[in-house]
């Protein structure tokens, strides 16, 4: 193993923290001015900061089993939100025996364990159940689910989308008192971490030990901001009407949006629709004191040195943008996620971004490459290590022209690209979208049939159908 990728005592430790239904766009570090989120602005200050990453699908259980795997969504037939036990390898038999990361690791002298949601959960039902969901349990040595409340936490109700009849769906909040926070699932998940990390750091009885002087990979996920958005009331308290706004919305905005592209307002009103985007911000503070704890916990056990920390939303989300809201559509805001990484060894370009385009299936390859275990890995993945942009944050060389996501079924297929400046999107029944982000970063103005933009879509449809053949020809 290259010294570059060894920790102090050893092999580096994981720690790969997963957000659920996660804008980028309500980070700090990524440009938000009213959302706190002081720890991951830490550590994308103490990492490196992914400006252009995209998730592979904008649902949780697509894009789960996407990045778990290493594999593109139409590769593997894992499209939508499917709770299958055994996830892609269930769903499809003939990527039975390719192990997940966590199942690689596993193989290669990792102790592998999963706190919470990692593959599909239904949230809230899957924690209320305290269930496993769809989870790949060849991928763990030992994994953990959490069992919570949520829509019985105690606190003050509020439901800001009534027509809806589904609160895993529609937006409702409850304001938990601030001392009655500790059953929360991502408050159990965090304490559950910590004790992991101190089993790890700190055992005196190697007889009770598992897998003594192994590192470590450890995948936890964190529920929020998932609805239903529930956090302590003092965090509510920190945004209302003078600080938070909804995003301007163009009239007659969807006008020129393809039909499987519009995506709903979920019946709320502009007042419903503030209050709900307040009560995003108090629970993505409220995930974010949670990621504090953790990394807290790192510095105080030592472990930070030799601990590769790398946090992930499984896609984004629409907040009010073009008057619609959540996933399950190919704008911008719900395809590009959060991705941070902060490595030992890379200290030298602390605090830098990358602007080249990544994806989510880019992590198992640079999971495996920082475990010095590239040469182990399998050989169908589909990403690539993001150790060279770990390396050379700007570097101009990397091998990615723009990312890709997918949206729909078997049946139909509906395909995005985002390159640096574009974002082209072509629906099953040949529909399209073009938006050029240099003069319209908002997406309100669909280029596809503006003439002018004819060699760029040309070029883009290549692109496309270049990412398209990537994802038929894996054979497992």
């Known amino acids: 193993m290259s010294p570059l990728v060894r920790g102090a005592d050893g092999p580096l430790n994981f720690l790969f923290i997963v957000s659920d239904d996660l804008s980028a766009t309500a980070l700090g570090t990524y440009g938000n001015e009213v959302c706190q989120t002081p720890n991951l602005d830490r550590l994308a200050e103490e990492g490196v900061r992914f400006d252009r990453a995209y998730c592979q699908y904008p649902v949780c259980g697509a894009s789960r089993a996407s990045f778990m795997s290493g594999l593109y969504p139409e590769t593997t037939g894992f499209l939508g939100n499917i709770k299958t036990l055994g996830s892609y390898r269930a769903v499809n038999e003939d990527f039975a025996e390719h192990p997940s990361i966590g199942g690689f690791l596993r193989r290669n002298g990792y102790v592998s364990a999963r706190v919470s949601k990692i593959y599909h959960m239904g949230v809230p039902g899957g924690i209320e159940a305290g269930e496993p969901g769809g989870d790949d349990p060849d991928s763990w040595d030992r994994a953990y689910d959490i069992w919570g409340p949520e829509t019985s936490s105690p606190g003050e109700f509020f439901n800001y989308s009534p027509q809806q009849k589904h609160w895993g769906s529609g937006f409702v909040a409850i304001e938990v008192p601030n001392d009655l926070s500790a059953t929360q699932a991502d408050e159990q998940a965090a304490t559950q ?13 190697s007889t009770n030990f598992l897998k003594p002087g192994e590192p470590l990979f450890l995948a936890v996920g964190l529920v929020r901001p998932h609805v239903p958005l529930v956090a302590p009331k003092r965090l509510f308290e920190l945004y209302d009407k003078d600080n938070t706004a909804l995003p301007e919305v163009p009239e007659g905005d969807m006008d020129d949006v393809p039909k499987p592209n519009q995506k709903g307002g979920y019946g709320m009103t502009p007042e419903q629709g503030q209050q709900a985007l307040e009560a995003y911000y108090a629970s993505v503070t409220y995930m974010d004191e949670q990621v504090g704890r953790m990394l807290d916990a790192l510095d105080r056990l030592d472990m930070a040195d030799n601990t590769v920390v790398v946090f ?34 890379f200290e030298k370009n602390a605090g830098k ?3 080249a385009p990544t994806e989510l299936v880019d992590l198992y390859p640079t999971f495996a490459d920082l475990a010095g275990l590239s040469d182990q890995a399998p050989d169908i993945l589909q990403g690539h290590s993001l150790v060279p ?8 060389d990397w091998v990615r022209e723009a990312g890709y996501t997918v949206m729909g079924n078997k049946k139909k297929v509906h395909r995005s690209i985002r390159t640096d400046q574009f ?15 240099g003069n319209d970063p908002g997406e309100h103005t669909n280029e596809a049939g503006n003439p002018e933009y004819s060699s760029i879509k040309a070029d883009l449809e290549k692109e496309m159908e270049r990412a398209r053949a990537l994802s038929e020809t894996v054979q497992p």
């Open 193 to 205: 971490v910590i004790g992991i990390l101190e089993n790890r750091a700190l055992h005196r009885n």
């Open 312 to 345: 992930i939303s499984d896609h984004g989300w629409l907040l009010g943008e073009h008057g619609a809201w959540q996933k399950s559509n190919l704008f911008d805001p719900a395809c590009r996620v959060p991705l941070i990484i902060r490595a030992p060894g």
């Open 353 to 355: 971004s990358v602007q």
């Open 389 to 396: 942009l770990l390396a050379k944050p700007d570097r101009e």
């Open 423 to 437: 974002r082209y999107s072509l629906y099953a029944e040949g529909e399209e979208e073009l938006y050029d982000h």
